[in-house]
Structure formats: structure tokens, C-alpha cells
């Protein structure tokens, strides 16, 4: 499969990452390479082969429903680049 | 020309569980901001989700009283996005396989019944909340107290015809949700939220129009206004010929009316995937059905019950098993009370309306079933009048105590001694000649109010129809 | 008995039998750091110890005395923790992973953060925002990757030993490499809560140590069940130190003709074939067998490792932690210009390719084909167990490159994964131990892979194999 600099492009904002022209260049050649050489996996037969997304057979894993100790708001908010006494604080949304 | 109406409903409810979907910050409603987050809730770098036990029985017991088949493969995905109040930037959901799906509920409306088709059930965790108002103009504020409270989104088929049958369906639903005590459906705490998808066809027309979605309802009343609202703008629409655009809209609770969503919407590109970080759950039959056989009895089967047991009419019915506790209390009651017409006519008038003077939930009524029957039993004895129970129950709900005290203490059984009510009967006859004389001329009215003076000289605990004989009889031989 | 001028050269086996003391132990190495750090620069900022902090009185602690290095992907409460990303710039835990929990709890000393490939994304410990770490054996050459800062730490007697993560070989790599031991347990066997996702699916914590005493030592430290991980495994944990020294006469190993095609080095072909007549001399048993999907393992590995990372890695977003460039143009451009800033070059590439391949319209042809390809990679291990207790290869096909070499392709350096990858996408434990130097005194390693949870076969395999060579001894010339 080809992968254009507008599909990167595309990818890109879906991952909320801004790209420097010159990145684009370098970045759309380099997963060219990549998609490519992914494309073998286009001759393995795949008919009736199940998806396998955990490897091992573990199933049913649960916690009951009890309450435990939250952090302080402070620990919470601590790493916060930006912040008040009680809330983490990001930029608006700008239509 | 005449339209038919297509609705579509996505319910999102709060589960009723001490701790989140993932972890064990509590759910409790009302706390201070990011005082309920721990770093799994916060999705601080390396954390791992741990699934709620009690959040995938609530779930399943939902959907089997929602008449849906169950999934014996349940898995979860990761549904991918980027806003500030999901802090992985994923919402942990179902995506190709939710844990049930093609079920039904009915609805009743007026004598009609209509099935309404459940398309899924599935689990999956709250988002946090963000707030536009704050002292830097600049900011938004984010809270992540709800962030990963259990959510169960219940989305039904296209098969509503009108905003009233949407009503129905979620009044319907709320009813379900309450009877299998799962969620508390408070829409005023978020614990239930409603989008709807809304399109309109011409009569007899089989393809689907084109829908927009409405969300920002927050009553029942409210989804049925902005469905109603958007039923005019979409005719009026298609009257003058234009195309309906496919949209979000938002409903102006104030303005009474849906507005467009003024921010872009982009193509969504949601890239779920299996989320690797939780395994399968796998229920075996028998665990489904020990859920299925110890499902409480449902508010329709509720229903029917009432009227063939108690007699009563499908509006009366319908009233008291809207909810659950109030059908729960009727019922205690009807086990020392068998005037069951009359008991359901003070439980939907006297007590219902102190309840909501008072604003006290049916729940938390501290009022003993076997108290309002004997209450109702010392009126139809004639000991008290009806006007002075009423005001016996009021104080019975506020102090606690038994009908029989309130009544010694306050003084109030109904004065029968026809000695007593005789002299008091005299003394308005006497001060009142003109009525007197009217009653003999032959205008019958004039004896209510000879009979108000009575009750009011006796502070209302005259027995009325003893009043009524006595002062015919007095005039008469006057 | 040694003085405390070369403690630092120690295993932890030796520091153990000799009862050494804490305090004597990070004196050495402490001076040991100092000469030879800045030439290695295996850690992201040098260890140092609290002298206020008192050291564990429990001296029968199974790791009392014990320095051990983590990897700055797993995170260390109150301590920096930054996955070598200026992303993730001032970010302080406010928790323990569950391995440093148990290490703390083990009497450990916790010794430092050590390099990595950001985000664990490399094979050479380049991608940095610290800046490269050297290969001790000869600084001009890469210690491998992304564990490369653990491995050089334990090659350079900069520590004991030391923690890393292997998500393709990022631990057996770097271990072949520098000519030290490191183990990938069975994906299960160690709780990854804390440890800073990479890909979910194929993420395992384990020892780096300067021999197979040592790494069975630590491993039964850090493995067993943790009720926060939901895909951790439920299993026994038996103590792997009393599987070393068994006979390995009645072992039947594995040679996968696969691995042993023409893009081997010369160099590194001629030490394993040495190994395998070795071992066959203790008396181990070797047969030829077919994995025939191994061509396959590295595009099903870099679909899946960069799909899970692109969701994994969504959090890094500015908003409650690390780097923030707010453009004061609103929400989006701040996600966008922060993490188009604090993530590398390789960082970025990975998260592009992982949200395309699970985009709309290619999850099919990429996400779900790669996951039904890795199906048969593992079959093809189960297939091969049946007949075997242990597969035999090389850790890598070339020993350690100079720096710079592959920077500029991406896919030949995806490419020197190409024997350690299938062990993840199958979940099975591996191990590489030192198995001879090339002539230009590079070590190398050779793999040993066992089906899932016998660590212990890799273990008491690992151990006769080392019991008649020297090659742990040899230390780099620093």
C-alpha cells in the first residue's frame, strides 16, 4: 500500500502531532519503507486464523466492589504544568 | 402532507457502585473537585485497569431484563480520542462485541402496547468534567472526579413514532433501572443522560430520513420538548423544501429550543482496538441464568399483578409502580388495609403530595406501612373526619408518631355525643336567624353554612353527618 | 575477601555470601561512577543515595545490600521518571511500581535510574533526550536497546544489577551486546503495573545482571501474581535459584533453521556454534525445527507494538503532567505543538505508523491481519514444544554497531530485532547469556527461549553453559 504526505498528514493531526515540513518529507519516506516491507504479511493464509490479542489464556479477572484511598488533591495536581487550588487548568477550545 | 416520526434513544446510566469501573475511588456524587481520582483514574503513566465485579453483574442483569441475548465472549476496547477531560485520551469500551444485544422493552401508551427494540447493552467508564467558567478567561477546568465511574450506554432501535412514546420508553426504562437496583437514573446528578436521534419520512415511506442527533437534554420533559421542537423545524424544513443537514444539535433548556453545535466536528476516526490491558470475561450459562431466575419482578409483570390482585385501573397501576418503593409500600400495606381503591387514592394524593412538599424520596420515608393502614382505618370507623386525617398523616411523616397519639394528644377524634353537639347546635341557631329562616323557606343550601358554623365553633371534630340530622331536626321543631 | 576498593565488580551472589554491607557497597560504587559515568553515561542522572536514609536493618532481606538500577520507564514514587522523553519533563510518580515495591520490600537499594531509547522505541539507546549511553566494551559502539542504560550499568560495574524491559528484546539485546545476562520473562510472570507502557500486549519487566545466579535471584523477587495487573498470572512462583546446576543430559534443544540463515555474522555464527557443541558435550540433546512464520514476526511486531503505543502514548498530552507548549492559540495547537515538541523523531514516526495501520478503512488489512499472523507465530512455538524443552540462537544477528549507524534507517534497525521478537509476540520466556567476544573484543550473546512459565528450563540451561565458560568475567577495559 502507498502512503501519501496527505495521509500522513491526516495521521498526524489524528495523533494531535504537528509535523515540520521537512519531518513530513522524511517521515512519509520512512514509513513507505516500513509499509512496504509490512506488506508480506499480504501472502501468509490468514483464512480461519483467530486474532490473537492476549497471548496468554487468563480470563475473568476482577476486583470486588470496595473503596479505597484516593490521593490528595495536591499529589493529584502536582505534576500539573498549569493549575489552581482544585483544578487542572488547559488552554479553552477555539472554534 | 403528513410526516411520521423516527426516534432513536442513546441512554447513558450511572451504575450503582461504591467504586469506579477500574478502580477503587468512590463514586459518591458531590464531592469536591479531584478529591475522587487515584493515578488509575487519572491514567497517570503505567497504570492498569482492574474491572469492577460488580459493574459486569449489573450490566448483565440490565440487559436480561432488557430481554437481550448475552455475549459468552466479553471483551473491551479502547475507543480512541483527544479531549482534556478523558486523561488517556481513550475511553475504555465495547466496540464490535458489547456484552448483549437485540433485545426489547414495552411500552404502554394509553391502551396500546409497543415494543421497543434494544439494538446493544455495554459497560464502559465516564469521562471527567470540564468547566468553561473560571476566574482566567482563558481556561478551561478540568475535574476528574467522574472520570471512570461506570457507565452503562443502552441504545434502542429506531422504533419511537413520537416524542410521547420516547417519553414512555425512557419513563419505561427508568422504571426497569430502578426495579433492578442498578442505577439511581437522577438525570439532575448525570447518573442518567439521553441523546436522541431524530428524522422524519413521509407517510407510508420506508427509507429513513435524514437524522440529527440532539444531546444537553436534562429531564424526560426536556428530551420530549426538543424531540417535539425538532419535529416542527424538520417539517418546516422539508414544507419549504430545503434538506435537512445531518448534525448535533444542542437543546437551550431556557430558550426552548435546539441550536447547532457551533464547534466543527471532525470526521471521527475513532481507531478502536482490543484493549490489551484487560483480559476476556467469559460467563457460563448457568452463571447467566442464576442472574436471569433471581431477577426481581419487573414493572410490567408489576403491573398486571396490581390490577388483577388489587383491582385497580391501569392509571392507578401505572402511577404506583412507576416507582418502585412506592408500589413496594402500597403493597405492605395492602397486606392490613383491603380497601385497596381507597388506600391507592390516599398513596397517590395525601402521602404523594406531602412527599413532594417536602421533597422526601419514597425511600426514605420513615412512615410504617401498618401505621398509614391503621390511620385509614380510624377515619373509616368516623373517629376523625377525612379533613383532620390528612392533617394526622401530615404530622404522622414529620413527628413519627402513631396516628392513635397524634390523635389523643391533639385532642381531635370526631365529637359523637349528641348531648355535646346538641348545645353547640342550639347556640348556632340561635346566633344565626336569617340562615335559619332561609333553610325553612326552602332554601336547602342554608344548612351548609349553619353546618360550617358548627364545625368551626367545634374546631372541626363534629361528626358531620350528626351535625346534618341534628340541625334538621332542631329547625324543624323550632 | 575483598576490599571495598572492588566491591563494585561484584555479583550479587558474591555481595550476599560475603554479608557486605549497604554502606561499603555504594561507596564503591559511587567511585566507581565517577571515574567511568561520563564515559558511559548509563544513567540519566548519577545515583545518589540519601545519606540521611537509613539502610534496611533486616539483614536476612533476600536482596539486603543489593544496588539495582531501574530503568527510567518504571516509576519510582517521589522520583523523576521520564521514559528518556522531554515529554515527560518534571514528571514525579506519585506511586511505586509493584516491582520496586517488591524490590523495596526485598531490602534492595534502589540505584538510579538508568538510559533507555525513549519510550523503550530502539535498538541502540540513541533516541535519548539524555543523550546516547556508550557500549562499555567500546564506547564507540551502541550498548543496544532500549535497555541500553541497564545493560552498560551492569557491564560498566556502575551497579549489581539492574531492572529493564523487553517489549521485542530491549532487554536481550542490549544484554548481547554489553556481556551481561538478561532475561524476558513469560509475559505474565512479572506485574507491568507502574512500568510505563510501551505496547501492552508484548510489555515484560526483567532482570540485567552479571550472571545466571543473579537474574534467577532478582526474577524471584519481582515475579508472582499482582492483583493490579489483570494480565498477570496467577501461577506458583518456585525459586528459580535451585534450578541452576542441574544435569542437562535428558534436555532436548531446538535449532530453528529460520534463525540461522546467511544474514548472520560470521563472528557471531562461529561463538554460537562453539556454545551448541559445548552444551552437547554436558550432554544436551539437539534437533533441527521448523518456525516457519518467523519471516513474519518483525511487520506483525511493528503493527502491533506501534498500534498499542499510538493509543498508549495518547496521554501525553500537556494537561496533567510534563511538557506543556501552549501557543495561546487554544486546546488543540497546545496537544499538537506539545507533543509535536516533546516526543523524538522515533517517537513520532512510531505513534504516525501505530494510528495509521488502526485507522479507518486499514485496521483489517493491517491491525487484525498482523494479530491473526501472530496467532500462527505462536502456534508455531507450541508446535515446536511438543518435542523440545528449549529453542538455541542468537541474541541478535550482528554484535554491537557504532553509534550513528542506523540512525538514518529505521528499518534496518527494526531489522536487529529480528531474533528476539517472536519470543514477545508469543509470550514466551528468554534469555541471553554471554557466549564469546568477536575479535575486535565485542561481546555476543546466544538466546535460549522455553514455552511459557519455564523460566526455570532457561535457567538450569543458562547455568551448565556458564559453569564451563569465562565469559561473564570479562570486564570492559574502562
Not at chain 2, 422493552?105 to 396500546?112: E, G, H, N, S
Request: hydrophobic share 35%.
Amino acid at each position: 500500500m502507498s502512503i501519501s504526505r496527505e495521509d500522513v498528514k491526516y495521521t498526524a493531526n489524528l495523533a494531535r502531532l504537528e509535523l515540520k515540513d521537512k519531518e513530513l518529507d522524511i517521515l512519509s519516506k520512512h514509513l513507505q519503507d516500513i509499509l512496504d516491507f509490512i506488506d508480506k504479511l499480504k501472502s501468509v493464509d490468514i483464512k480461519e486464523v483467530a486474532p490473537t490479542s492476549h497471548v496468554l489464556p487468563i480470563k475473568n479477572v476482577y476486583r470486588e466492589d470496595e473503596v479505597s484511598r484516593s490521593l490528595k488533591t495536591s499529589d493529584a495536581l502536582k505534576n500539573a504544568p498549569s493549575k489552581d487550588e482544585r483544578f487542572f487548568k488547559v488552554p479553552k477550545v477555539i472554534e | 402532507m403528513s410526516y411520521e416520526t423516527v426516534i432513536g434513544l442513546e441512554v447513558h446510566t450511572q451504575l450503582n457502585t461504591k467504586s469506579k469501573i477500574f478502580c477503587g475511588c468512590s463514586t459518591e456524587f458531590g464531592a469536591s473537585a479531584n478529591t475522587q481520582v487515584c493515578p488509575v483514574c487519572l491514567g497517570l503513566p503505567g497504570v492498569l485497569p482492574v474491572l469492577n465485579h460488580k459493574t459486569l453483574k449489573h450490566a448483565v442483569k440490565t440487559a436480561l431484563a432488557l430481554n437481550c441475548s448475552i455475549e459468552s465472549f466479553i471483551k473491551f476496547d479502547r475507543k480512541n480520542y483527544f479531549y482534556p477531560d478523558l486523561p488517556k485520551n481513550f475511553q475504555i469500551s465495547q466496540y464490535d462485541r458489547p456484552l448483549s444485544y437485540k433485545g426489547h422493552l414495552t411500552i404502554k401508551d394509553k391502551d396500546k402496547t409497543k415494543k421497543i427494540g434494544i439494538t446493544r447493552v455495554h459497560l464502559e467508564e465516564d469521562a471527567g468534567k470540564l468547566i468553561h467558567e473560571g476566574d482566567d478567561a482563558a481556561s478551561s477546568y478540568v475535574d476528574f472526579n467522574r472520570t471512570g465511574i461506570p457507565l452503562l450506554e443502552i441504545v434502542s432501535e429506531p422504533d419511537m413514532r413520537s416524542p410521547g412514546q420516547a417519553y414512555l420508553y425512557l419513563t419505561t426504562l427508568k422504571a426497569i433501572l430502578k426495579y433492578l437496583d442498578v442505577s439511581d437514573c437522577d438525570m439532575e446528578k448525570g447518573s442518567l443522560r439521553c441523546d436522541a436521534n431524530i428524522s422524519i419520512r413521509k407517510k407510508g415511506d420506508t427509507k429513513l430520513g435524514t437524522k440529527t442527533e440532539l444531546k444537553n437534554m436534562n429531564s424526560f420533559k426536556g428530551v420530549k420538548a426538543a424531540l417535539e421542537f425538532e419535529v416542527k423545524r424538520q417539517i418546516k424544513l422539508k414544507e419549504k423544501g430545503e434538506k435537512i443537514m445531518q448534525q448535533t444539535l444542542l437543546w437551550d433548556e431556557k430558550k426552548q429550543k435546539t441550536v447547532s453545535m457551533r464547534t466543527k466536528e471532525e470526521a471521527h476516526d475513532y481507531r478502536y482496538f482490543p484493549e490489551p490491558d484487560l483480559v476476556p470475561f467469559v460467563l457460563k450459562q448457568e452463571e447467566i441464568d442464576t442472574i436471569k431466575n433471581n431477577l426481581p419482578e419487573l414493572p410490567e409483570a408489576r403491573l398486571s399483578r396490581f390490577m388483577s390482585e388489587f383491582k385497580l385501573s391501569v392509571y392507578d397501576g401505572n402511577i404506583l409502580i412507576s416507582d418502585k418503593y412506592l408500589a413496594d409500600f402500597f403493597e405492605e400495606c395492602a397486606k392490613t388495609y383491603k380497601q385497596y381503591k381507597n388506600l391507592s387514592n390516599w398513596i397517590q394524593g395525601a402521602l404523594s403530595s406531602e412527599l413532594n412538599n417536602r421533597k422526601i424520596q419514597v425511600k426514605d420515608l420513615k412512615l410504617a406501612p401498618l401505621e398509614l393502614t391503621k390511620l385509614l382505618k380510624i377515619a373509616d370507623e368516623g373517629k376523625i373526619n377525612n379533613l383532620t386525617a390528612k392533617t394526622v398523616l401530615t404530622d404522622m411523616i414529620h413527628t413519627g408518631k402513631s396516628a392513635d397519639t397524634i390523635i389523643k394528644e391533639k385532642n381531635l377524634a370526631q365529637i359523637s355525643d349528641s348531648s355535646a353537639l346538641e348545645e353547640i347546635t342550639d347556640n348556632v341557631i340561635k346566633d344565626n336567624p336569617k340562615p335559619v329562616g332561609d333553610y325553612k323557606n326552602g332554601k336547602e343550601n342554608a344548612i351548609m353554612f349553619l353546618m360550617g358554623q358548627v364545625m368551626k365553633q367545634s374546631k372541626g371534630k363534629a361528626n358531620p353527618k350528626m351535625v346534618i340530622e341534628i340541625l334538621k331536626e332542631r329547625i324543624k321543631n323550632a | 575477601m575483598n576490599n571495598n576498593n572492588n566491591l563494585f565488580s561484584l555479583s550479587a551472589k558474591d555481595i550476599i555470601t560475603q554479608k557486605t554491607d549497604p554502606k561499603s557497597v555504594i561507596a564503591s560504587l559511587t567511585e566507581r561512577i565517577n571515574k567511568v559515568e561520563d564515559k558511559v553515561k548509563a544513567f540519566v542522572r548519577k545515583p545518589k543515595i540519601n545519606p540521611a536514609a537509613k539502610p534496611s536493618p533486616k539483614t536476612n532481606q533476600p536482596l539486603w545490600s543489593i544496588a539495582v538500577s531501574i530503568k527510567d520507564n518504571i516509576c519510582v514514587e517521589g522520583q523523576l521518571t521520564t521514559c528518556a522523553s522531554k515529554i515527560l519533563s518534571g514528571f514525579h510518580p506519585p506511586y511505586d511500581a509493584e516491582v520496586i515495591t517488591r524490590l523495596k520490600n526485598a531490602g534492595a537499594i534502589l540505584w538510579g535510574k538508568t538510559n533507555m531509547d525513549e519510550f523503550a522505541f530502539g535498538s541502540s539507546c540513541e533516541n535519548s533526550c539524555y543523550g546516547p549511553t556508550s557500549n562499555p566494551h567500546n564506547l564507540d559502539c551502541v550498548p543496544g536497546g532500549s535497555s541500553g542504560g541497564s545493560a552498560a550499568a551492569v557491564a560498566a560495574d556502575e551497579t549489581i544489577m539492574s531492572i529493564g524491559s523487553d517489549t521485542g528484546g530491549s532487554i536481550r539485546q542490549p544484554a548481547s551486546f554489553c556481556g551481561v545476562v538478561g532475561l524476558k520473562p513469560t509475559y505474565g510472570r512479572v506485574s507491568r503495573y507502574g512500568l510505563i507502557a510501551f505496547a501492552s500486549s508484548l510489555d515484560q519487566i526483567g532482570p540485567l545482571t552479571k550472571n545466571v545466579y543473579d537474574s534467577a535471584l532478582l526474577l524471584n523477587t519481582i515475579a508472582g501474581y499482582d492483583h493490579k495487573d489483570s494480565t498477570s498470572a496467577d501461577i506458583k512462583v518456585p525459586d528459580f535459584t535451585k534450578s541452576l546446576g542441574e544435569d542437562i543430559k535428558n534436555i532436548t534443544i531446538g535449532l530453528p533453521e529460520e534463525y540461522f540463515t546467511k544474514g548472520i555474522n560470521r563472528e557471531v555464527k562461529i561463538a554460537v556454534d562453539t556454545a551448541i557443541e559445548l552444551l552437547k558435550k554436558k550432554g544436551a540433546k539437539f534437533i533441527p525445527v521448523k518456525l516457519p512464520h518467523t519471516q513474519y514476526a518483525v511487520a506483525v511486531y511493528y503493527i502491533i507494538a506501534t498500534a498499542e503505543a499510538s493509543s498508549n502514548l495518547a496521554r501525553f498530552d500537556g494537561v496533567q503532567y510534563g511538557y506543556r507548549k501552549d501557543t495561546g492559540q487554544g486546546l488543540i495547537p497546545m496537544y499538537r505543538a506539545t507533543r509535536g515538541e516533546g516526543f523524538g523523531e522515533e517517537a513520532k514516526r512510531r505513534i504516525i505508523l501505530g494510528t495509521y495501520v488502526l485507522s479507518s478503512g486499514y485496521y483489517d488489512a493491517y491491525y487484525l491481519r498482523a494479530q491473526k499472523v501472530r496467532t500462527l507465530i505462536k502456534k508455531d512455538f507450541d508446535d515446536a514444544f511438543k518435542t523440545i524443552d528449549c529453542i538455541l540462537t542468537p541474541t541478535s544477528p550482528t554484535p554491537a554497531f557504532k553509534k550513528g549507524e542506523k540512525l538514518k534507517t529505521p528499518l534496518a534497525m527494526y531489522l536487529s530485532d529480528i531474533y528476539t521478537i517472536s519470543a514477545n509476540l508469543a509470550g514466551i520466556p528468554a534469555i541471553s547469556i554471554p557466549c564469546g567476544f568477536t575479535k575486535n573484543n565485542l561481546p555476543i550473546g546466544l538466546q535460549l527461549i522455553a514455552k511459557p512459565f519455564a523460566e526455570d528450563t532457561l535457567f538450569k540451561i543458562a547455568s551448565a553453559y556458564e559453569a564451563e565458560t569465562n565469559w561473564c568475567k570479562i570486564k570492559p577495559k574502562l
